[in-house]
T-cell receptor, first 117, second 110 residues
Framework: DAGITQSPRYKITETGRQVTLMCHQT?????MFWYRQDLGHGLRLIYY???????DKGEVPDGYVVSRSKTENFPLTLESATRSQTSVYFC????????????????FGAGTRLSVL | GIQVEQSPPDLILQEGANSTLRCNFS?????LQWFHQNPWGQLINLFY???GTKQNGRLSATTVATERYSLLYISSSQTTDSGVYFC????????????FGTGTRLQVTL
Protein backbone atom coordinates (compact mmCIF):
# COMPACT_ATOMS: atom_id res chain seq x y z
CA ASP A 1 0.00 0.00 0.00
CA ALA A 2 1.95 3.00 -1.29
CA GLY A 3 -0.39 5.64 0.15
CA ILE A 4 0.55 9.14 -0.92
CA THR A 5 3.87 9.83 -2.60
CA GLN A 6 5.56 13.04 -3.64
CA SER A 7 8.32 13.52 -6.15
CA PRO A 8 10.96 14.72 -6.29
CA ARG A 9 11.90 14.79 -2.59
CA TYR A 10 14.48 17.52 -3.20
CA LYS A 11 14.72 20.04 -5.99
CA ILE A 12 17.05 22.94 -6.72
CA THR A 13 16.11 25.34 -9.49
CA GLU A 14 16.81 28.86 -10.65
CA THR A 15 14.58 31.91 -10.65
CA GLY A 16 12.34 32.09 -13.70
CA ARG A 17 12.29 28.38 -14.41
CA GLN A 18 9.12 26.31 -14.46
CA VAL A 19 8.97 23.54 -11.88
CA THR A 20 6.37 20.81 -11.38
CA LEU A 21 5.97 18.92 -8.15
CA MET A 22 4.15 15.62 -8.37
CA CYS A 23 1.70 14.03 -5.96
CA HIS A 24 0.17 10.58 -6.36
CA GLN A 25 -2.21 8.74 -4.02
CA THR A 26 -3.42 5.15 -4.21
CA UNK A 27 -6.44 5.41 -1.91
CA UNK A 28 -8.87 6.94 -4.43
CA UNK A 29 -9.43 9.81 -2.03
CA UNK A 30 -11.66 12.52 -3.45
CA UNK A 31 -9.89 15.47 -1.88
CA MET A 32 -6.29 16.47 -2.43
CA PHE A 33 -4.37 19.46 -1.08
CA TRP A 34 -1.12 21.33 -1.54
CA TYR A 35 0.52 23.17 1.37
CA ARG A 36 3.75 25.03 1.83
CA GLN A 37 5.62 25.09 5.13
CA ASP A 38 7.82 28.02 6.07
CA LEU A 39 9.42 28.96 9.37
CA GLY A 40 7.11 31.13 11.41
CA HIS A 41 4.06 30.40 9.26
CA GLY A 42 3.23 26.77 9.90
CA LEU A 43 1.51 25.17 6.92
CA ARG A 44 -0.47 27.28 4.49
CA LEU A 45 -2.91 25.96 1.92
CA ILE A 46 -2.00 26.73 -1.70
CA TYR A 47 -4.70 24.89 -3.67
CA TYR A 48 -7.06 22.03 -3.14
CA UNK A 49 -9.23 19.77 -5.25
CA UNK A 50 -12.54 18.14 -4.36
CA UNK A 51 -12.48 15.75 -7.32
CA UNK A 52 -11.00 15.32 -10.78
CA UNK A 53 -11.31 18.57 -12.76
CA UNK A 54 -12.42 20.53 -9.67
CA UNK A 55 -9.85 22.80 -8.04
CA ASP A 56 -10.00 25.85 -5.80
CA LYS A 57 -7.63 28.39 -4.34
CA GLY A 58 -6.34 28.30 -0.82
CA GLU A 59 -4.64 30.99 1.24
CA VAL A 60 -1.52 31.53 -0.93
CA PRO A 61 -2.25 30.57 -4.57
CA ASP A 62 -0.33 33.31 -6.41
CA GLY A 63 2.44 31.99 -8.65
CA TYR A 64 1.14 28.41 -8.63
CA VAL A 65 -0.98 26.38 -11.02
CA VAL A 66 -2.66 23.03 -10.39
CA SER A 67 -4.53 20.49 -12.45
CA ARG A 68 -6.30 17.26 -11.68
CA SER A 69 -7.17 15.22 -14.73
CA LYS A 70 -7.10 11.95 -12.76
CA THR A 71 -8.29 11.29 -9.23
CA GLU A 72 -4.94 9.90 -8.13
CA ASN A 73 -2.67 12.72 -9.34
CA PHE A 74 -2.47 16.35 -8.30
CA PRO A 75 0.59 18.13 -9.74
CA LEU A 76 1.63 21.59 -8.58
CA THR A 77 3.42 23.85 -11.07
CA LEU A 78 5.45 26.95 -10.33
CA GLU A 79 5.21 28.75 -13.65
CA SER A 80 8.17 31.07 -13.07
CA ALA A 81 9.92 30.22 -9.82
CA THR A 82 10.91 33.01 -7.44
CA ARG A 83 13.16 32.91 -4.36
CA SER A 84 10.13 33.49 -2.14
CA GLN A 85 8.84 30.10 -3.28
CA THR A 86 11.75 28.35 -1.57
CA SER A 87 9.90 26.15 0.89
CA VAL A 88 8.88 22.63 1.83
CA TYR A 89 5.79 21.54 -0.07
CA PHE A 90 3.37 18.96 1.26
CA CYS A 91 0.63 17.16 -0.56
CA UNK A 92 -2.27 15.66 1.40
CA UNK A 93 -5.47 13.77 0.68
CA UNK A 94 -8.71 12.93 2.44
CA UNK A 95 -11.75 10.84 1.70
CA UNK A 96 -14.15 13.75 2.02
CA UNK A 97 -14.23 17.38 2.97
CA UNK A 98 -16.46 19.78 4.85
CA UNK A 99 -18.52 18.48 7.76
CA UNK A 100 -18.05 14.84 6.91
CA UNK A 101 -16.69 13.47 10.14
CA UNK A 102 -13.63 11.25 10.12
CA UNK A 103 -13.55 11.37 6.34
CA UNK A 104 -11.97 14.78 6.78
CA UNK A 105 -8.77 13.32 8.22
CA UNK A 106 -5.90 14.43 6.01
CA UNK A 107 -2.98 12.13 5.18
CA PHE A 108 0.27 13.75 4.17
CA GLY A 109 3.04 12.86 1.79
CA ALA A 110 6.69 13.06 2.86
CA GLY A 111 7.17 16.51 1.36
CA THR A 112 9.33 18.11 -1.34
CA ARG A 113 12.07 20.49 -0.31
CA LEU A 114 12.42 23.14 -3.02
CA SER A 115 15.23 25.67 -3.23
CA VAL A 116 15.03 28.49 -5.75
CA LEU A 117 18.40 30.15 -6.34
CA GLY B 1 -9.68 34.40 8.14
CA ILE B 2 -9.73 32.30 11.28
CA GLN B 3 -6.84 32.72 13.73
CA VAL B 4 -5.22 29.70 15.35
CA GLU B 5 -2.85 30.18 18.25
CA GLN B 6 -0.86 27.42 19.89
CA SER B 7 0.94 27.50 23.19
CA PRO B 8 3.55 27.10 24.36
CA PRO B 9 5.70 27.62 21.24
CA ASP B 10 8.50 25.49 22.69
CA LEU B 11 8.58 22.84 25.38
CA ILE B 12 11.40 20.74 26.80
CA LEU B 13 10.51 17.74 28.93
CA GLN B 14 12.34 14.93 30.62
CA GLU B 15 11.28 11.47 29.61
CA GLY B 16 8.33 10.33 31.71
CA ALA B 17 6.87 13.79 32.27
CA ASN B 18 3.36 14.86 31.29
CA SER B 19 2.44 17.90 29.23
CA THR B 20 -0.54 19.85 27.94
CA LEU B 21 -0.53 21.68 24.63
CA ARG B 22 -3.18 24.26 23.88
CA CYS B 23 -4.86 25.46 20.70
CA ASN B 24 -7.10 28.54 20.68
CA PHE B 25 -9.14 29.49 17.64
CA SER B 26 -11.07 32.63 16.85
CA UNK B 27 -14.26 31.34 15.21
CA UNK B 28 -16.68 28.42 15.13
CA UNK B 29 -15.20 25.30 13.57
CA UNK B 30 -16.57 22.08 12.16
CA UNK B 31 -13.24 20.31 11.86
CA LEU B 32 -10.24 20.24 14.17
CA GLN B 33 -7.25 17.97 13.76
CA TRP B 34 -4.02 17.49 15.70
CA PHE B 35 -0.88 16.49 13.83
CA HIS B 36 2.60 15.46 14.86
CA GLN B 37 5.55 16.33 12.63
CA ASN B 38 8.49 14.12 13.51
CA PRO B 39 12.12 15.28 13.30
CA TRP B 40 12.32 13.87 9.74
CA GLY B 41 9.46 16.07 8.61
CA GLN B 42 6.68 13.51 8.29
CA LEU B 43 3.22 14.74 9.32
CA ILE B 44 0.97 12.24 11.04
CA ASN B 45 -2.64 12.80 12.01
CA LEU B 46 -3.18 12.19 15.72
CA PHE B 47 -6.80 13.13 16.26
CA TYR B 48 -9.86 14.31 14.41
CA UNK B 49 -11.68 16.07 17.25
CA UNK B 50 -14.10 18.92 16.44
CA UNK B 51 -15.65 18.43 19.89
CA GLY B 52 -15.45 16.14 22.89
CA THR B 53 -12.63 13.97 24.19
CA LYS B 54 -10.65 11.16 22.60
CA GLN B 55 -7.80 8.98 23.78
CA ASN B 56 -5.20 7.03 21.90
CA GLY B 57 -2.65 5.33 24.14
CA ARG B 58 -0.62 7.94 25.99
CA LEU B 59 -2.21 10.76 24.02
CA SER B 60 -5.59 12.30 24.57
CA ALA B 61 -7.33 15.39 23.27
CA THR B 62 -10.24 17.52 24.33
CA THR B 63 -12.01 20.19 22.31
CA VAL B 64 -14.44 22.63 23.90
CA ALA B 65 -15.95 24.10 20.76
CA THR B 66 -18.19 26.59 22.59
CA GLU B 67 -15.12 28.12 24.25
CA ARG B 68 -12.97 27.81 21.11
CA TYR B 69 -10.04 25.80 22.39
CA SER B 70 -8.56 22.35 22.22
CA LEU B 71 -6.01 20.62 24.45
CA LEU B 72 -3.60 17.81 23.63
CA TYR B 73 -2.34 15.80 26.58
CA ILE B 74 0.83 13.75 26.42
CA SER B 75 1.43 11.44 29.36
CA SER B 76 4.63 9.62 30.27
CA SER B 77 6.47 11.31 27.41
CA GLN B 78 9.07 9.40 25.40
CA THR B 79 11.89 10.63 23.19
CA THR B 80 9.87 9.49 20.18
CA ASP B 81 7.27 12.14 21.07
CA SER B 82 9.75 14.85 20.05
CA GLY B 83 8.82 17.01 17.10
CA VAL B 84 6.28 19.71 16.32
CA TYR B 85 2.60 19.42 17.18
CA PHE B 86 0.15 21.29 14.99
CA CYS B 87 -3.47 22.11 15.52
CA UNK B 88 -5.50 22.71 12.34
CA UNK B 89 -9.07 23.93 12.09
CA UNK B 90 -11.68 24.40 9.41
CA UNK B 91 -13.97 27.34 10.00
CA UNK B 92 -17.65 26.46 9.82
CA UNK B 93 -18.89 27.11 6.30
CA UNK B 94 -15.47 26.98 4.59
CA UNK B 95 -15.46 23.44 3.31
CA UNK B 96 -12.12 21.67 3.28
CA UNK B 97 -9.84 24.60 4.07
CA UNK B 98 -7.73 23.73 7.08
CA UNK B 99 -5.90 26.59 8.79
CA PHE B 100 -2.84 25.50 10.76
CA GLY B 101 -1.41 27.03 13.89
CA THR B 102 2.32 27.70 14.05
CA GLY B 103 2.89 24.67 16.23
CA THR B 104 4.42 23.65 19.55
CA ARG B 105 7.96 22.31 19.28
CA LEU B 106 8.49 19.54 21.85
CA GLN B 107 11.82 18.09 22.83
CA VAL B 108 11.87 15.10 25.16
CA THR B 109 15.23 14.40 26.77
CA LEU B 110 16.56 11.36 28.62
Amino acid sequence: DAGITQSPRYKITETGRQVTLMCHQTWSHSYMFWYRQDLGHGLRLIYYSAAADITDKGEVPDGYVVSRSKTENFPLTLESATRSQTSVYFCASSTTGGSSGRGNIQYFGAGTRLSVL
Amino acid sequence: GIQVEQSPPDLILQEGANSTLRCNFSDSVNNLQWFHQNPWGQLINLFYIPSGTKQNGRLSATTVATERYSLLYISSSQTTDSGVYFCAVERAGTASKLTFGTGTRLQVTL
